[in-house]
């Protein structure tokens, strides 16, 4: 991935992760105070979410492809839009600020509604707001990925994630290497350096010389590709 992307994606992570953990408190301790009898079926729902998603999280920033990572994104994307619903559910119309002295009841005694309700509407908040950005990072993860597959990464959807340009950048890796394709994408036998290349820039049309065929490239960090003029009797 060029640098561009990758500060992008830790960044959109870290606001998921926050938010995530933020949720995860709050349905924590509605857990205690309420479980095993009391909202029980939402309690949990509402605890495995977010852990799902810190996990999923962290094991992306490891390692991932962006095929793996749509599948990631949009999974995620729809529980978080079920706990958003549900909250929402629950909640209904109910005004926090209305509430005065109401209880609710807990397994060891009593709990402010008004409290409960304040926190709840967090969580509702909250919820909305990841799958916004799931739904956000999905259609960004696809655009790009489209993009790379037409810059000439055929393989873009099964390559690691690291290999995603951002938007107006080219395919490559920023350390400086680059992605071997196997035939028919490459010409094995060509030997290195015995053709110049030149990079184009976005718009330019390559004129093909007769008798030759066009070799693109990608670049490397986000720079343009290379294209060579290589004779067809190679």
């Known amino acids: 991935m060029t ?4 500060a992008m994606r830790l960044y959109g992570n ?3 992760l926050l938010l995530a953990a933020t949720v995860l408190g709050i349905t924590a301790y509605f857990a205690s105070i309420f479980l095993p009898n009391i909202r029980h079926d939402f309690s949990i729902f509402s605890l495995i979410v977010p852990s799902l998603t810190i ?3 962290l094991i992306g920033m490891q390692w991932s492809t962006p095929r793996t990572e749509a599948i990631f994104l949009f999974i995620l994307g729809v529980l978080w839009l079920a706990q ?5 559910d629950i909640l209904g119309s109910l005004q926090c600020d209305s509430l005065t002295n109401e209880q609710l009841p807990t397994k060891t005694g009593t ?21 916004c950005l799931y739904a ?5 993860l696809i655009a ?10 055929p393989y873009a959807w099964a390559e690691p994630i690291v290999e995603l340009p951002w938007f107006g950048q080219w395919p490559g890796y920023p350390e400086g290497g680059q992605f071997a394709y196997p035939a028919p994408y490459g010409y094995p036998g060509m030997p290195m350096g015995g053709y110049a290349g030149t990079q184009i820039a976005p718009g330019y049309v390559v004129q093909q010389n007769p008798g030759h065929s066009v070799v693109i490239q990608p670049g490397i960090n986000g720079q343009p590709p290379t294209v060579t003029q290589v004779p067809s009797g190679m």
């Open 144 to 153: 790009l990925t489209s993009r790379a597959k037409a810059l000439g990464r």
């Open 55 to 57: 996990v999923f999280i």
């Open 136 to 140: 956000i990072f999905l259609w960004i």
């Open 14 to 16: 870290i606001v998921l």
């Open 84 to 88: 958003a619903a549900w909250t929402t």
């Open 3 to 6: 640098q561009l992307f990758r």
């Open 111 to 131: 709990i402010s509604e008004r409290s409960w309700c304040y926190e709840m509407r967090v969580v509702q908040a909250f919820s909305w707001m990841i799958f």
